[in-house]
């Protein structure tokens, strides 16, 4: 694509003049200057460019609104599907707290408005779980469930286009960075011209840059309208924080793969050469790599199928509770009363004995999902570690980090409606002890003892700043790194004379 590109660059770019100290500076940022000007004047009368990146824009924009409007759709679903939830609760009548309890309720997961940029593990988790007695259930309602095959595989969203489609956007307009010239043979008025090589690639790079970055606009005009107009509560406490990093991260992203580019154009002998390299390190960074990781973490961390797991579950709550130790908190009661029977108590025995049983399942739960929420994180862990070999994978797990939809923060979440489920139980067994049987009639709870059970508003806690540099922050900023470190050397390649 670049053949003709660069030769007029290089001729507008004015030299470097070799004084020491200030001169020298303002030569090079003048040479900076220079060649910005003349590379972006170039990229502007060329039809290949714009080609490109209207497709890209056209992608871009496509996946804005469809993810921005789904994502309308699905809060205003959920919002209206809790709403009605709680007054089916509270409207629920008269009847003794245990069948309350039994009666349940559905709470739904809230989402950010930068789930719209990156959906994360959303598609393929459930977005309600179903609160009871007695038992712990699993999400419910997969969207990925309803969908086709190569949609579950190939979902276009703004995450997508910039962690795939953005790099290769950049590939095709700048693989001729150098290796256009250097095919062209006017490579070689570098030399005569003293044109500072590092300024020419920065220029070259910042135009590239730019072109790419014209791919965000539709995210950020979807998040901002997003932000602006819905009416629900935003569930992070550090929302502007997450935003920040989301934008920062895309941005060393991209800067790592036009410094990629620029280190390959200024090495490849060829045109050919050149676009040959970057679409194969583009391939394997973001296709091959992050495949790869998942399917290696589920062999490092490998879960029980759903059959194994409910088996193990059920055999264990299938296990009676101590009866010793509950006939003495029995004998212990009745002496705190100085009573013989449990008739004769002033608190009902029968709430007491279910607050007993749920304490009993909820150590089994803990225990089981316990085990299974680690097996998760260690394959998110494992998964991490591919990020030092891809900065697509890197960026991956910062982008859903950020917007609150990895793995991590569905846990979060399944955490936090299982607390609501225990506090519901709390409530209703409190009222099952304080009111004893009297003439063998039971007590009876209606709306006054159904709201006491607060409503459910869940948060997602701040972000653990030290644990994300660590996994996603770190291995992206190396990736970096080593890509000027690339670049660097492919222009000390062109500064020695290897210019053909």
Same mark, same amino acid.
């Given at each position: 694509m670049q053949a003709n590109l660069n030769a007029i660059t290089l001729a507008s770019s004015p030299a470097a003049p070799e004084a020491p100290g200030r001169h020298r500076a303002r030569g090079w940022l003048r040479a900076l200057r220079g060649a910005w000007q003349a590379d972006w004047r170039e990229r502007r009368r060329d039809w290949r460019v714009w080609l490109v990146v209207g497709v890209g824009l056209a992608l871009a924009a496509c996946a804005a609104l469809l993810s921005s409007m789904e994502l309308r759709a699905t809060l205003d679903g959920r919002a209206v599907a809790q709403q009605s939830e709680q007054q089916r609760w509270s409207q629920q009548g008269k009847k003794y707290p245990h069948a309350a309890a039994h009666y349940g309720v559905y709470v739904f997961k809230p989402l950010s408005?930068? @789930? @719209? *940029?990156?959906?994360?593990?959303?598609?393929?988790?459930?977005?309600?779980?179903?609160? #009871?007695?007695?038992? $712990? &259930? %699993?999400?419910?309602?997969?969207? =990925? &469930?309803? %969908?086709?095959?190569?949609?579950? $595989?190939?979902?276009? &969203?703004?995450?997508?286009?910039? $962690?795939?489609?953005?790099?290769?956007?950049?590939? /095709?307009?700048? /693989?001729?960075?150098f290796a256009a #010239?250097? #095919?062209?043979?006017?490579?070689?008025? *570098?030399?005569?011209? =003293?044109?500072?090589?590092? !300024?020419?690639? *920065? !220029?070259?790079?910042a135009v590239l840059l730019c072109l790419a970055m014209v791919l965000v606009l539709p995210a950020c005009v979807a998040v901002g309208v997003l932000e602006w107009t819905l009416a629900t509560r935003n569930p992070f406490s550090d929302g502007v924080m997450r935003t920040a990093l989301f934008g920062v991260g895309y941005l060393i992203y991209l800067c790592t793969w036009a410094a990629l580019i620029a280190a390959v154009s200024a090495r490849a002998p060829t045109l050919r050469a050149?676009? =040959?390299?970057?679409?194969?390190?583009?391939?394997?960074?973001?296709?091959?790599?992050?495949?790869?990781?998942?399917?290696?973490?589920q062999m490092a961390a490998p879960l029980p199928t759903m059959q194994q797991f409910r088996a193990g579950l059920d055999a264990a709550l299938g296990m009676p509770d101590d009866p010793e130790q509950a006939n003495r908190d029995k004998q212990q009661l009745l002496r705190e009363y100085g009573v013989k029977d449990v008739k004769d108590l002033p608190v009902n025995w029968a709430g007491i004995s279910l607050q007993r049983g749920e304490r009993h399942g909820d150590s089994i739960f803990d225990e089981h999902y316990g085990r299974l929420f680690d097996a998760m994180r260690r394959q998110s862990d494992a998964s991490a570690l591919a990020g030092w070999l891809s900065p697509a994978v890197a960026m991956a797990g910062l982008s859903s980090a950020a917007a609150g939809s990895d793995t991590n923060h569905h846990l979060q979440f399944i955490d936090g409606a299982e607390r609501q489920r225990r506090r519901i139980q709390e409530v209703l067994n409190q009222a099952i002890t304080e009111h004893p049987e009297r003439d063998g009639v039971r007590h009876d709870g209606d709306q006054a003892l159904w709201d006491k059970v607060p409503p459910f508003v869940f948060t997602f806690a701040a972000l653990d700043l030290k644990a994300l540099a660590l996994r996603q922050g770190l291995p992206l900023i190396a990736l970096f790194l080593v890509s000027l470190l690339l670049c660097g050397a492919g222009l000390r390649h062109l500064r020695s004379g290897n210019l053909r």
């Open positions: 408005a930068l @789930a @719209a *940029l990156d959906p994360g593990v959303e598609h393929y988790v459930g977005a309600s779980v179903w609160l #009871e007695a007695h038992k $712990q &259930n %699993e999400l419910v309602y997969r969207p =990925a &469930n309803d %969908e086709p095959g190569v949609t579950r $595989q190939f979902r276009l &969203n703004p995450a997508f286009v910039l $962690q795939v489609l953005a790099p290769m956007a950049m590939i /095709f307009l700048g /693989f001729g960075m #010239e250097r #095919e062209r043979g006017t490579l070689a008025a *570098l030399r005569i011209n =003293a044109a500072p090589l590092g !300024a020419l690639a *920065l !220029a070259r790079g050149s676009l =040959a390299i970057l679409i194969g390190l583009w391939a394997v960074t973001t296709l091959v790599v992050p495949r790869a990781a998942v399917e290696l973490s």
